[in-house]
């Protein structure tokens, strides 16, 4: 990896690549909240939108800018679609805890790539 990246954690780059929205709404019927822990006292927050038991379930990273919660309406677009769905949120996103930084987005997906995609 890049130590290049680093360089570009600085708060004058950072403000004008990520725009963090804060903020937790309440749970729609069949949606669970749940947080993941990810380093130290980090957690990641992740809504789960239940369709049906033996749906396969679409693991979903929002856009920039954007909470889990901003899902609740199209969740049972995925529901009839025959998907279960969840909505995780980046580091300073929605309810989940930390700071986003570039070096950390480029080391969770470089590390990604080293399994396989998963």
Same mark, same amino acid.
Request: with cysteine; net charge positive.
């Given at each position: 990896m890049s130590p290049y990246y680093r360089f570009l954690d600085r708060h004058s780059i950072l403000r004008n690549a990520f725009f963090p929205r804060r903020g937790l $709404?309440?749970?729609p019927d069949r949606a669970f909240d749940l947080r993941i822990p990810v380093d130290g +006292?980090? $957690?990641l927050h992740c809504r789960f939108y239940y369709g049906? +038991? %033996?749906y396969p379930t679409i693991l979903y990273f929002h856009g920039n800018g954007e909470v889990a919660g901003d899902y609740d309406g199209f969740a049972p677009y995925y529901h009839r679609a025959g998907t279960n769905l969840a909505v995780a949120e980046y580091r300073g996103y929605g309810a $989940?805890? %930390?700071i986003p930084t570039i070096w950390l987005e480029y080391h969770a997906a470089a590390l990604r790539s080293k399994r396989g995609g998963r």
């Amino acid at each position: 990896m890049s130590p290049y990246y680093r360089f570009l954690d600085r708060h004058s780059i950072l403000r004008n690549a990520f725009f963090p929205r804060r903020g937790l $709404s309440p749970c729609p019927d069949r949606a669970f909240d749940l947080r993941i822990p990810v380093d130290g +006292d980090v $957690s990641l927050h992740c809504r789960f939108y239940y369709g049906r +038991d %033996g749906y396969p379930t679409i693991l979903y990273f929002h856009g920039n800018g954007e909470v889990a919660g901003d899902y609740d309406g199209f969740a049972p677009y995925y529901h009839r679609a025959g998907t279960n769905l969840a909505v995780a949120e980046y580091r300073g996103y929605g309810a $989940s805890s %930390g700071i986003p930084t570039i070096w950390l987005e480029y080391h969770a997906a470089a590390l990604r790539s080293k399994r396989g995609g998963r």
